[in-house]
């Protein structure tokens, strides 16, 4: 998630795997733009579903100028 205030909604963040990027939806995982890898995607929405509420309240923060909190990385 870039740390920038008023980032354009929907709710999202920014995913880099390899050579593919994306943008993806916080509130349902969907793909917004850009490219990943179907495998990739499916494991990402889970982990975005298991931390929606911390994505979103980090979102909050960020909207208000404020630094997020850390979120356990997918690995």
Not at 16 to 34: C, F, K, M, R, T
Not at 58 to 69: A, H, M, S, V
């Amino acid at each position: 998630m870039y740390f920038a205030p008023k980032e354009h909604n929907p709710p999202h963040i920014h995913v880099y795997y390899q050579d593919d990027s994306a943008v993806v939806d916080i509130e349902n995982g969907e793909l917004v733009s850009g490219k990943i890898g179907k495998k990739q995607l499916k494991l990402l929405s889970a982990w975005i579903e298991i931390h929606k509420e911390s994505l979103l309240a980090n979102w909050d923060l960020c909207q208000k100028g404020e630094k997020p909190f850390t979120i356990t990385p997918l690995n």
